[in-house]
């Protein structure tokens, strides 16, 4: 089934919606919100699910028109975001282009951060920042929520947790990384609100692209209307969230409401593009010796998608403008 929130309060409230994105109906009597249909997933699941048909069927009686400009993110506030590197060949091109050796262990144990989770941006939320000099780059990513995940949850026993996956635009100011990464920390002011689709899917939504922890379908992201890169999710990823999601719990319970992301969609094959201006760049400066890309200027528009083998957005799209944020002085 597809699940989205509407923007009504901080936690929106909770809408099922048509797996051909058309219409979309309150979940009303079985969860106001996201988080409270997965707090109690067991009871609320085959409620949904039998929403879900009933809307696919034409048979909901109140039925609306769905609008991706009135979603909040699935889960406009999480307990918890938890971002991984899991296409580890990214890191290694990154790091190629500085001249940075690649620790062996980078390729047996995942990379992962824990970011901001109060706040996540809607689908066509602005993205508000303050100065460009920053170095403002987008992320295409996978990510996947889960429901309660015990402390220790090995890999063999970690996808059962899973209850939904959608996209997210995992935002950097690249420009702050160094600097914050010198400090021994990780990263927080590099690290702004990181935007969703509009829409979560159940794993079963996804048939046979989710395969092996991993979602096979290419995320087509658009710069400024222009398509800047489709890697297939499925390729080059060198720890499903399987994997992924054990590295989360290993000394900590996950509560549900968790997400995990995947980290940048990167693919070695550089005729598919890419999903960061970072990535781009350090392709341009490995082949020619310089950089062209410039990173996101006030006034540019990003968009992410992924469609079935038809053409038909799953999701929904991440459609963002970048904006200029002006109500507070800032300082570095």
């Not at 220790?152 to 947790?161: K, N, Q, R, V, Y």
């Not at 794993?203 to 395969?211: A, K, M, T």
């Not at 005729?271 to 006030?298: D, H, K, W, Y």
Request: charged share 20%.
């Amino acid at each position: 089934m597809k699940l989205a929130s509407l923007k009504e309060g901080r936690d929106g409230s909770l809408m099922v919606v048509s797996r051909d994105l058309q219409l979309a109906c309150r979940a009303d009597g079985i969860a106001a919100t996201l988080q409270a249909a997965l707090d109690n997933w067991d009871e609320c699941e085959r409620g949904l699910n039998a929403m879900y048909q009933r809307l696919n069927r034409g048979e909901c009686a109140h039925a609306f028109a769905f609008d991706t400009a009135a979603c909040a993110a699935p889960l406009p506030r999480a307990y918890q975001w938890a971002d991984g590197s899991a296409y580890v060949s990214h890191i290694e091109l990154v790091r190629k282009a500085r001249g940075a050796d690649m620790p062996p262990g980078f390729w047996t144990d995942p990379l992962m951060y824990q970011g901001m989770s109060d706040g996540f941006l809607g689908p066509c939320e602005p993205i508000e920042l303050a100065d460009e000099a920053w170095g403002i780059d987008f992320e295409g990513e996978i990510a996947v929520i889960t429901g309660d995940v015990p402390m220790g949850t090995t890999e063999a026993s970690a996808l059962p947790h899973v209850r939904l996956l959608m996209l997210v635009n995992d935002v950097s100011l690249r420009n702050l990384v160094p600097a914050e990464l010198a400090k021994g920390f990780g990263f927080f002011q590099s690290k702004p609100a990181t935007s969703c689709s509009p829409v979560a899917v159940t794993p079963d939504e996804l048939g046979q692209h989710w395969q092996n922890a991993r979602l096979h379908l290419p995320l087509r992201v658009f710069l400024n209307n222009q398509l800047f890169g489709h890697p297939n999710a499925g390729v080059d990823m060198t720890f499903g969230f399987d994997r992924l999601i054990a590295h989360a719990c290993f000394s900590r319970h996950l509560s549900a409401g968790t997400v995990i992301g995947s980290g940048t969609v990167s693919n070695r094959d550089e005729s598919t593009g890419s999903c960061c201006i970072a990535e781009r760049r350090t392709r341009e400066l490995l082949n020619t010796g310089e950089v062209s890309t410039p990173f996101m200027q006030f006034g540019d528009s990003v968009r992410m998608e992924m469609l079935d083998e038809q053409g038909r957005s799953i999701f929904g799209a991440i459609d963002q403008q970048l904006v200029h944020y002006k109500a507070a002085q800032l300082s570095r």
